[in-house]
């Protein structure tokens, strides 16, 4: 206990997988955790149950593998059991309880999950697990979906509900083909296996040859799946078990505008893009108004959007407006004209700008607050700083 104890001290507070190991080396049982350090001094206290107990006394050695987030620990522990079998992993086990990953096997895979006494009725191209918690997993899809988006309705004679919401590349709409779905299913089947870092390497190697051939389209849409890569987070709950931060909280493209005017004069709007929470000024965008020489933050706003929308610009997945009522009606009035499904947040401050209260289109629709404070600021900057521009032009003509 003793050894242990001090091997445990050295262990980092990091997710990855742990392996209890006996004098021989044999490994005796393998788990996860969001934080290795503290989940393993769960396992040293005095007040374990008589399964831990036993693991304990005929553990000498634990080593560990680090991994970026507590997802890839996930998929890292299924994959490490199943090649071990680990004398108290199998004893503890309840099939019962197990779910699996499937990708099936037919033109367009589908990635489901399955318990044990279902398995048979899938036609298997490839299967990860067993995983203890069928929960996790789904929380885990869940994220990936949004990276590496994939198909799940047997249906194929209409477009899905998740080829609407953008979760779903399209086989149902005839909207991608057999080999560029594939593509994607091949890189989440990496990812299951544990290989984000290859994932990585290769996505940066097409994306570089995508910029220097001109694609510049298919590279920033490389760029985005990276950057999802990188920034998707977990919170860390210090146990043996996993809470999602999922990417609603950090939509993938976050479009905020802004009106400056004085009076109605000189009056010019902004769009400003967050992509996963990080702004991308490479997609800014400035607007002159053009219908509007009176006071009118809802008209101006509406004038804005429906220019923007007559680009081939990428779709916004939110449009933040830094205004209150008004402005979200006038938005989602231009929206419905066009039978647009986008979500619409607005923010409304007091005379201070300190006050910060938000009204939605979609009640259910998670933003951290902090982003959104941050993309009113900067929408607010850069509308007033092109307004100043206009007035300074104005006043020189005079």
Sequence with gaps: MESLKKQQLKLPKSPGVYFFKNKKGRILYIGKATLLRTRIAAYLKDDVDIKTKLLIENATKIDFQQTDTALEALFLEAELIKKHQPFYNIRQKDDKSNAYLVI?????????????????????????????????????????????????????????????????????????????????????????????????????????????????EKAAGIRDTLLALENHRDIEAGKDSFNWKVIEDVPKRLEAYDISNISGKYATGSMVVFTYGRADKTQYRKFKIRNFNDPNDPGMIKEIIARRLNNDWERPSVIFIDGGLGQLRAVTEVLKARNLKIPVVSAAKGADRKAFRVFSTNKKLKINRDLLKQAAQEAHRFAIGYHRKLRERGFLKK
């Design 104 to 216: 099936t096997d037919e033109q367009f895979p589908r990635i489901e999950i399955a318990r044990p006494t279902t398995l048979i009725k899938h036609k298997i191209k490839k299967s990860y697990g067993p995983f203890r918690s069928k929960k996790e997993l789904e929380q885990a899809l869940k994220i990936l979906r949004r990276i590496f988006p994939y198909h799940s309705d047997k249906n194929m004679n209409r477009p899905c509900f998740y080829h609407q919401i953008g979760l779903c590349p399209g086989p149902c709409a005839g909207a991608i083909t057999a080999k560029d779905y594939r593509k994607n299913i091949k890189n989440l089947s990496i990812i299951f296996e544990g290989g984000k870092k290859r994932i990585v390497a290769k996505l940066k190697k097409q994306m570089q040859k995508h910029s220097k051939t001109e694609q510049y």
